[in-house]
C-alpha cells in the first residue's frame, strides 16, 4: 500500500510535467508570460482513492509588474470511489488588485463515509452515503487602500448557494439529523494580506475573518451561522528555504448539516485523512511547514500539521490532538506566478499513512 500510494505521487507530478508548460516554449523571447497550461490529473486522497481526470489553467496578464494576475481554471476528475468533481474558479483581480474575487463553480456526484460525530471516531464504523450537490460560492475582497496597497487591507460580501441531494445506506451508524437539501448563506470577510505572493510567498502575514449566516429567509432549508480565523505567517530563512505557519479556528452554531460542520478536510487543514472523519461544531488546526526550492522546477517541504474538533470551546480545548507530520515534493506549472502542483505524503496519529496530491500550496 505504501509504495502504491508513493508511486501515484511520482506519476501524478511526471504527468504534470508532460502538458504544463507548451505555451511557454511557443511564447516570444521578448514576452515569456506564461498564459495558460493544460495538464491531465492524476491524484490521491484519502476521501477519493485515485484521482483522474483533466485541467486547463488560463492567466491573464497583471495590471501592473508585481501585481495578482486573474486566472481561471477548469477540471473534470473522477475516482476510483465512484465520484465525479467538475470545478470551474475563476480567480479574479480587477482594477489594478483594488477588486478581487475567488469564485467556485462546483458539481459533485459523490459517494463517501459518514463516522459520525467528535473527536475519536471509530475508523472501522461508518455508514456510507451518496450525494449529489452544485454550490456556487462568491468571496469578495475590495480593497481598503488604493493600488497597489490594495490587498493588504481588505473588507468584503461572501455569498454562499448549495442544493445538495444526500441518501444514506445502511451501516453501523444513524444517519445525521441534518443532511440534504438548500443551503444559502450571505456574510463578509475582513482580509489582511501582506504576502510577497499568493501562492509561494517568502515572506509576509495572512489574516481572514469571515461570519456566514445561512438562513431560510435567503431561501435555504436552514438556519446557521458560521465563523472562521484564519492566521498565517511567512519568512524566508536562507538557501532557498522559507517557513510557514498557520492556524485555523471554525465554529458551526445552529442546525448545521452535517457535511458543513466544522472539520480536518484533509486537502488544505490536516493532509491525509476523509475529509469529514473529525466532525463536529467547531474545530482547530495548527501547521509548520518548511520550504525549500531545489533544481529545475522541483521543490520540496518537510511539514508538522495538529487538530482537534468539539461540540463548544471548553470542550474542544480538552479533546486530544490528532498529528501528522509529513513531507513533500513541488512541481512548479507557472514560473511568473509560482503556481506548484504538490505531493504530500503524512502519517496521521503515528499509525495511518496519508497521501495528497493537489495544487497550490495548503496554506
Known amino acids: 500500500m505504501k509504495m502504491r500510494r508513493i508511486l501515484c505521487t511520482a506519476f501524478a507530478l511526471m504527468g504534470m510535467w508532460q502538458f504544463a508548460f507548451s505555451d511557454e516554449a511557443a511564447s516570444d523571447k521578448k ?15 484519502e476521501e477519493t482513492g485515485l484521482k483522474y481526470g483533466a485541467m ?4 491573464t496578464r497583471p495590471d501592473f509588474p508585481g501585481a495578482d494576475a486573474t486566472s481561471f481554471d477548469f477540471a473534470v476528475m473522477g475516482t476510483t470511489e465512484g465520484q465525479l468533481e467538475v470545478d ?23 459517494r463517501a463515509k459518514y463516522y459520525g460525530i467528535g473527536n475519536d471516531p471509530n475508523r ?17 475582497d475590495i480593497g481598503v487602500l488604493p493600488p497597489p496597497f490594495s490587498r493588504y487591507l481588505s473588507f468584503g460580501p461572501y455569498f ?3 442544493t445538495n441531494d444526500a441518501s444514506f445506506h445502511s451501516g453501523e451508524l444513524a444517519p445525521p439529523h441534518y443532511s440534504g437539501k438548500n443551503r444559502v448563506g450571505l456574510g463578509y470577510q475582513i482580509t489582511l494580506d501582506s504576502r510577497d505572493n499568493v501562492n509561494w510567498p517568502l515572506f509576509g502575514v495572512y489574516g481572514q475573518f469571515r461570519q456566514v449566516f445561512y ?25 532557498g528555504t522559507s517557513v510557514a505557519i498557520g492556524t485555523y479556528y471554525d465554529i458551526r ?37 518548511f520550504r525549500k526550492t531545489l533544481f529545475w522546477r522541483l521543490a520540496g517541504t518537510i511539514f508538522f500539521e495538529a487538530g482537534k474538533v468539539g461540540p463548544y470551546f471548553s470542550k474542544l480545548a480538552r479533546n486530544d490532538w490528532h498529528f501528522a507530520p509529513g513531507f513533500g515534493g513541488r512541481l512548479l506549472l507557472n514560473k511568473s506566478e509560482k503556481t506548484y502542483a504538490r505531493g504530500d505524503i503524512s502519517l496521521v496519529d503515528g499509525k495511518y499513512l496519508g497521501l495528497t496530491i493537489y495544487l497550490r500550496e495548503a496554506f
Open 31 to 45: 514576452d515569456s508570460f506564461q498564459r495558460f497550461a493544460a495538464l491531465p490529473v492524476l491524484g490521491y486522497a
Open 56 to 59: 486547463v489553467m488560463l492567466f
Open 88 to 110: 470551474f474558479s475563476p480567480d479574479l483581480y480587477l482594477l489594478g488588485g483594488l477588486f478581487h474575487s475567488d469564485i467556485s463553480f462546483i458539481y459533485w456526484n459523490w
Open 124 to 140: 472501522d464504523r461508518y455508514t456510507r452515503y451518496d450525494m449529489d450537490l452544485f454550490k456556487w460560492i462568491v468571496p469578495v
Open 160 to 162: 454562499y448557494f448549495e
Open 215 to 239: 438562513s431560510k429567509f435567503l431561501g435555504g432549508d436552514y438556519s446557521f451561522f458560521a465563523q472562521t480565523v484564519d492566521l498565517r505567517a511567512y519568512t524566508f530563512l536562507f538557501w
Open 253 to 289: 452554531k445552529g442546525e448545521t448539516p452535517f457535511d458543513m460542520l466544522a472539520t480536518l478536510d484533509g486537502i488544505k487543514r490536516f493532509r491525509g485523512v476523509e475529509r469529514g472523519m473529525f466532525l463536529d461544531k467547531q474545530s482547530f488546526s495548527a501547521q509548520l511547514e
